[in-house]
């Protein structure tokens, strides 16, 4: 009741007179509705009267002879009559929230978890060619329909939950193992096990199918190491009927060598900080960034931090809009050139590199033999390493014709 009356708007008047009595009799009469009425003195009394009804009471108070001492407006019509020079900032007010309203009707984040071989940016592109990207309308969007579409378009995913919440739409997702195996060897009904590179044959195992080669022997890369294929061969052991197909199965281990070169540049730009620091916070949104700054205090050459969080209402409902913090340190570029020692372990930190790349890769590495040699221009590693690799690559068999084998022997 209170907020209803707030919203009407009304007035705390004080009556003076000799016939306050009566004149409160008369307003109930006369349909003036009063509330909160307390005495203050023999001839003075304070009432609340809605707004509307205040200029009714002009003849009632002219019969009783009394008169107004006091009024105070409360009020919604008051504020607003008191404020309307103000209008434009209320209507600012209504316009936010307007957006506001209207931007949550789309999407504007993606949360992605449960993925390691799919990346955030091929989901998102994905998404984009579904017209259920950033920007798109929720109320466009069938989540059904779009893990469908998902489970169809990539075989890897054996599972995924697509919802929306707020202005985000949320994927979790599980992927199968990534079989060994490349695709072509589980579409092929024979294949061989070949060698991934050129080295000597230091071991071999087989489970399924025929050795190609022994321990010792030379290979080449695409090598057969292990046939597919198994012969039947008749009572005697010497004729062969047919083969049977199948995919080889088996441990080989190949040893052999790789020239390694890695070059570093003996001389590099030198950061020489000049102690300028500038900080100011940029407004952008999950496509640009504008930043005045530069443009207006000039561009220099500098190192950049930034941190980035996004905006969200009500700490709730997160806005496609973005504050950035931006630390800039100016620095001038000065020539210099390495010494032998910070050569020496930048070419360490490179070869760590490439040892932890091949190292993924299945591979051992069991000697190396380089030499670093420094020159005016570049520092050169050079050398040798040995490694171990297994086999683990496949390829269509080619089945040889009994007749042939029959004519071999």
């Not at 007035?11 to 349909?31: D, M, N, Y």
């Not at 019969?63 to 001492?69: P, R």
């Not at 957006?99 to 449960?114: A, D, N, Q, R, Y």
């Not at 005697?236 to 281990?253: F, K, R």
Request: charged share 20%; glycine share 6%; with cysteine.
């Amino acid at each position: 009741m209170n907020l209803f009356r707030f919203f009407l708007g009304y007035v705390t008047i004080t009556f003076t007179g000799a016939e306050l009595p009566r004149l409160i009799r008369l307003c109930t009469s006369h349909g003036i509705f009063v509330w909160n009425i307390r005495s203050l003195a023999w001839n003075q009394m304070s009432v609340n009267v809605y707004a509307a009804d205040v200029w009714k009471l002009h003849d009632l108070l002219h019969k009783t002879n009394s008169h107004i001492a006091d009024l105070r407006k409360t009020g919604v019509p008051f504020l607003c009559h008191r404020y309307r020079h103000k209008a434009v900032y209320f209507l600012g007010i209504a316009m936010m929230f307007l957006l506001l309203s209207l931007l949550s009707e789309f999407v504007w984040t993606i949360h992605v978890s449960g993925n390691s071989y799919l990346s955030d940016e091929v989901i998102s592109d994905y998404l984009s060619q579904q017209n259920a990207g950033i920007g798109s309308a929720k109320k466009q969007i069938d989540t059904d329909q779009l893990e469908k579409d998902f489970l169809k378009q990539f075989p890897e995913i054996i599972w995924i939950s697509i919802y929306l919440k707020g202005t985000s739409i949320n994927i979790s997702m599980k992927e199968q193992m990534q079989n060994e195996m490349p695709a072509e060897r589980a579409q092929t009904l024979c294949t061989d096990l070949v060698a991934p590179c050129d080295g000597v044959v230091e071991s071999i195992f087989v489970r399924h199918g025929t050795a190609a080669v022994q321990v010792g022997d030379e290979v080449k890369k695409d090598t057969p190491l292990i046939y597919g294929w198994v012969p039947i061969t008749d009572d005697s052991g010497q004729n062969i009927l047919q083969y049977t197909e199948g995919q080889a199965d088996g441990d080989v281990v190949i040893c052999g060598t790789y020239p390694l070169e890695i070059k570093e540049a003996v001389q590099y730009e030198k950061k020489i900080y000049t102690g300028h620091c500038r900080e100011y916070i940029t407004i952008g949104s999950n496509w640009s960034d504008f930043c005045p700054i530069p443009y207006l205090f000039g561009k220099t050459t500098h190192t950049t931090m930034t941190s980035v969080q996004q905006c969200f209402f009500a700490n709730t409902i997160p806005l496609p809009f973005y504050w950035n913090h931006v630390k800039e340190q100016c620095y001038s570029l000065q020539k210099a050139s390495y010494t032998k020692q910070e050569m020496e372990n930048n070419l360490q930190r490179s070869y760590a590199r490439f040892e932890k790349k091949i190292t993924q890769k299945g591979i051992q590495i069991i000697d190396k033999n380089v030499i670093i040699s420094y020159g005016n221009i570049w520092c050169t590693m050079k050398g040798d390493i040995t490694f171990r690799y297994p086999a683990c690559e496949y390829a269509p068999s080619d089945i040889p014709m009994i007749t042939s084998i029959r004519e071999q022997i």
